[in-house]
């Protein structure tokens, strides 16, 4: 199976400020990356996929970058309603392994 | 509007079994693969199983293989989760998710919560 490792597992970051998570795969896996956002008690929500792709109605402050095994997810100016925990999941083969997840609070 | 439903959760003791469904409406359920993806209380998220679009093909987990069955009914507009043999550490929330190639996941039912427990 294809390990992804996510960094860092949590961080505290103020209104305003630019973030960056870490994903990291055990192999090549292209582009077939997507990050989700998950919010307490809630389904995930995709917002970006094919490594660099923002889903439909996602704000343009979420971005994602990077291939074969090292991605990098950016939210450049972070709101609000962003803190919450962020996942990495790969498409390249079944499963399809999430990362252990990023929580983002105050 | 995509909505997807998920229903069956509930309490069982260990070594029992569960039937998961996932009511799917707003698009033409036969045309998209399905996952199943699980987050245990306080975890993160499990990839679980996953079915093609006319049920032929189906995708497990290598620690649920077995014991977990993934099934589709398009006539129906459902999917399932059958799950034997459960375990204390198969206690989580269990999401449906539909999945668009060359894109992923991009609608998820609210989940349903399994718990295993004596």
């Known amino acids: 199976d294809i390990q992804m490792t996510q960094s860092p597992s949590s961080l505290s970051a103020s209104v305003g400020d630019r973030v960056t998570i870490t994903c990291r795969a055990s192999?090549?896996?292209?582009?077939?990356l997507n990050w989700y956002q998950q919010k307490q008690g809630k389904a995930p929500k995709l917002l970006i996929y094919?490594?660099?792709n923002l889903n439909s109605g996602v704000p343009s402050r979420f971005s994602g970058s990077g291939s074969g095994p090292h991605f990098t997810f950016t939210i450049s100016s972070l709101q609000p309603e962003d803190f919450a925990t962020y996942y990495c999941?790969?498409?390249?083969?079944?499963?399809?392994?999430f990362g252990g997840g990023t929580k983002v609070d105050i | 509007e995509v909505l997807l439903l998920e229903s069956g959760g509930g309490l069982v003791k260990p070594g029992g079994s569960l039937r998961l469904s996932c009511a799917a409406s707003?698009?033409?359920?036969?045309?998209?693969?399905m996952h199943w993806v699980r987050q245990s209380p306080g975890k993160g998220l499990e990839w679980v199983s996953a079915?093609?679009?006319?049920?032929?093909?189906?995708y497990y987990t290598d620690s649920l293989k077995g014991r977990f069955t993934v099934s589709r009914d398009n006539s129906k507009n459902a999917l399932y989760l059958q799950m034997n043999s459960l375990r204390v550490d198969d206690t989580a929330v269990y999401f449906c998710?539909?999945?668009?190639?060359?894109?992923?996941?991009?609608?998820w039912g609210q989940g349903t919560m399994v718990t295993v427990s004596s």
């Open positions: 998710a539909r999945r668009v190639p060359t894109v992923g996941l991009d609608f």
């Open positions: 707003g698009f033409i359920f036969s045309d998209y693969n």
């Open positions: 079915v093609n679009r006319d049920g032929s093909s189906t």
């Open positions: 192999q090549d896996i292209g582009n077939y």
């Open positions: 094919g490594a660099s």
């Open positions: 999941q790969q498409f390249y083969i079944v499963p399809n392994t």
